[in-house]
């Protein structure tokens, strides 16, 4: 039995190398979600038009990249398409594969997050002469983005390890780093556990920024804090 | 009546068991577990994605040089060879880990290794760089590969020593390789295939396979030469197999079996001895 090493344990806790894949993993899966946004908002809202031709490719889209395996995408995007002669850059691969694979789950949580915008609102915006764009830009959307951001940050929390799928098709993440480090004393079991910590640490960092992001869309809803509350109870 | 049927019944069983004890010792292991993680099975570990020395073929059968080596071996020590498929860096945490007995994936031999596991140098390997057909880049030496994208196995042999021939390289003036690591061989050679790298650096065996089959030309050839090894935790267990492979010499099946492969023997070593051992 070899033990735990703490040396070694240190060792990688302040490794570059390691670092240097930590920062790999930050800009890939901020990227991605930059592009599941896109991908997402589009399809969400191709997906609630009113007519069917237009409903027809957000559904298959939403369809095809939530039924099938991520991995699968990835190996598709890189090593299958060059087959029929489209060869993508890894990072391309990369960037590609898990944005859009994220847009098609995100089209569902925003979809959700419209739908559960009061119908009064639409109808008012209505009213007082808003067309679609302006509606959704001014109205709808900032009041949908309640709804949609706690989920929002699950998946962007979520993207953060899915990010290491990207390692099979050798994008030299966090992960693989770890991996490539494991050959120099085997020391398996604290290489991981540092590689756990980091992913620990940008999980935990991203939860305190989706703490205060869900507090900004929270403000004219919560009771205790709201002008109007403040107002009436000096007036009483 | 019934004192006949319970007379059948009793000599069924009888002779059931007795055919059973007949079968076990006519196979009894010629290892007991410990040193052996199972008794009767001796559990190997393999990365089946290098032919011809290991690999699955197109019905899902386990293949290769290595593998019949392997099946020998626990034949002739009445065991049960038990194959464990999976990918390279997690052999040598595994063996440590004693999850397998063995490790028989042509593990290169070097004096690191030789310090955490029993090594028993079997098989002459050594590094080669595939290319597509025609060699379209004109690869002929390592210095020829500066400057492109080469494709190798993550956390092996291969993977330190490109690293290190590039470093090299890099350091008298030429251009740094774009060296990108897999999982396996065989994402290696998909990646080649595919056209995303321009090289993949391999093993000898593999790389002359795939220049025979026509799938890829074998540029470069014996690069950092090592013998490749069985590895074992338990230094009782390599022994015994070092005993069971100097036997294989003495009658025949070792030679017989390498020459069928096309795989180099142990004999141009420098260092061996004349027999099988651990080194």
Redesign the interface.
């Known amino acids: 039995m070899?033990g735990w090493d703490w040396s070694s344990f240190l060792e990688y806790l302040v490794s570059f190398y390691l670092l240097e894949g930590v920062w790999v993993t930050i800009w890939l899966t901020a990227a991605s979600l930059l592009i599941g946004l896109v991908c997402g908002l589009i399809a969400a809202l191709l997906r609630m038009s009113k007519s069917p031709i237009l409903q027809m490719p957000a559904r298959l889209y939403t369809w095809v990249w939530r039924g099938t395996p991520l991995l699968v995408q990835l190996i598709i995007l890189?090593?299958?398409?060059?087959?029929i002669g489209i060869?993508l850059s890894?990072v391309q691969c990369s960037l590609i594969g898990l944005g859009v694979n994220e847009g098609a789950y995100l089209s569902e949580i925003i979809r959700a997050g419209i739908m559960s915008v009061d119908r009064g609102q639409f109808n008012a915006a209505r009213a007082l002469g808003m067309n679609y764009r302006v509606m959704m830009r001014r109205i709808i959307l900032p009041q949908a983005s309640r709804i949609i951001v706690p989920d929002l940050g699950n998946r962007f929390n979520g993207l953060l390890k899915f990010s290491s799928l990207a390692?099979?098709?050798?994008l030299?993440e966090l992960m693989?780093r770890a991996?490539?480090l494991?050959?120099v004393k085997?020391a398996?079991l604290e290489i991981f556990i540092v590689a756990s910590i980091y992913y620990l640490a940008l999980t935990t960092i991203w939860g305190v920024a989706q703490a205060h992001i869900e507090e900004y869309f929270e403000r004219g809803y919560s009771q205790k804090n709201s002008r109007r509350t403040k107002t009436l109870a000096r007036t009483e | 009546m019934r004192r006949t049927l319970v007379c059948i019944l009793v000599a069924v069983v009888v002779v059931s068991q007795a055919a059973l004890v007949c079968a076990q010792t006519k196979g009894t292991p010629l290892v007991s577990s410990p040193p052996l993680l199972r008794p009767g099975k001796l559990i190997m570990a393999i990365n089946a994605t290098i032919p011809p020395v290991q690999y699955i073929d197109d019905k899902g059968n386990l293949r290769g040089m290595r593998v019949e080596l392997g099946d020998e071996i626990a034949r002739r020590l009445n065991l049960e060879a038990n194959w464990v498929n999976i990918q390279f860096e997690a052999m040598i945490p595994g063996l440590q880990g004693s999850r397998w007995d063995m490790i028989n994936t042509g593990l290169f031999y070097t004096e690191e290794r030789a310090k955490i596991m029993s090594l028993v140098p079997y098989e002459l390997q050594a590094i080669s760089v595939s290319v597509p057909k025609g060699n379209p880049h004109k690869v002929k030496s390592t210095e020829d590969m500066a400057g492109k994208v080469v494709a190798v196995e993550v956390a092996g042999y291969e993977e330190r020593n490109i690293k290190a021939i590039n470093q090299e390289q890099v350091a008298r003036g030429l251009r740094p390789m774009d060296i990108r690591t897999f999982n396996t061989f065989a994402d290696c050679y998909q990646a080649l295939k595919a056209g995303q790298v321009e090289a993949v650096v391999s093993v000898d065996a593999t790389g002359k396979y795939y220049q025979d089959r026509g799938d890829f030309e074998r540029a470069i050839f014996g690069l950092k030469g090592s013998p490749a090894s069985l590895a074992f935790k338990s230094r009782e267990l390599a022994e015994t197999v070092a005993k069971i492979l100097n036997d294989m010499k003495q009658d025949g099946f070792y030679d017989k079996l390498f020459d069928r492969w096309g795989v180099a023997k142990i004999y141009g070593w420098e260092k061996w001895t004349g027999s099988f051992k651990i080194h």
């Open positions: 070899k890189y090593t299958g398409l060059p087959q060869k890894v390692s099979v098709i050798s030299e693989r991996q490539m494991t050959q085997f398996v």
